[in-house]
């Protein structure tokens, strides 16, 4: 039981739940808040920074999924990690704008977007937005990570066909 507790990822855990206008959040032990669900219809979404006199560190799994209303995001310089599935079929979703803050991008955040979905985005068979690399495509072989590139989303070259990546210092 314990090993299985100690898996758990920290933003998981929860002092205890809240709603704020369109946010469903969580209070997390360090005091910090992450957003659970996100439940209007805005067209262009700026995250808060803080909700309720929390501080925004993370938005988890599936909080944004499915929000096809929505076409422009920008999430807060306090937020540092982006769950899985976050944004998966925001089809309208076609700008992102991530900051500096983030260290980790959970598999399939930014699936079936507008952004995703638009292979003039795509480059060299890989997806970045700003310095984040999102995701490579199946058929890619060699992939050259470019400078200045932040974080690498999980499982973001795991169905590749990859034999040469290049990663710069």
Same mark, same amino acid.
């Given at each position: ?19 704020? !206008? ?6 997390? %032990? =360090? ?8 439940? !209007?219809?805005?067209? +262009?979404? %700026? ?66 977007? !507008?952004?995703?979905? +638009?292979?003039?985005?795509? $480059? =060299? ?18 992939? $050259? ?9 999980? +499982? ?12 710069? +210092?």
């Amino acid at each position: 039981v314990v090993m299985l507790i100690t898996m758990i990822p920290s933003f998981t855990i929860s002092s205890f739940a809240a709603t704020s !206008g369109n946010f469903q959040y969580l209070v997390l %032990e =360090d005091g910090t808040a992450s957003i659970r669900k996100y439940t !209007g219809l805005e067209t +262009d979404l %700026e995250i808060p920074s803080e909700i309720d006199g929390y501080t925004v560190t993370a938005i988890e799994r599936e909080a944004f999924t499915n929000c096809t209303s929505l076409e422009s995001i920008i999430i807060p310089d306090s937020v540092k990690i982006i769950g899985m599935y976050v944004f998966s079929s925001c089809t309208s979703l076609t700008s992102i704008t991530l900051p500096d803050s983030v260290t980790s991008i959970g598999p399939g955040a930014f699936n079936n977007t !507008g952004y995703y979905n +638009d292979e003039s985005n795509w $480059h =060299d068979g890989v997806l970045y937005i700003d310095n984040y690399l999102i995701e490579a495509k199946e058929n890619i072989e060699v992939c $050259h990570i470019k400078q200045g590139t932040k974080v690498i989303a999980d +499982d973001a070259l795991e169905f590749t066909s990859l034999t040469s990546i290049t990663i710069p +210092d």
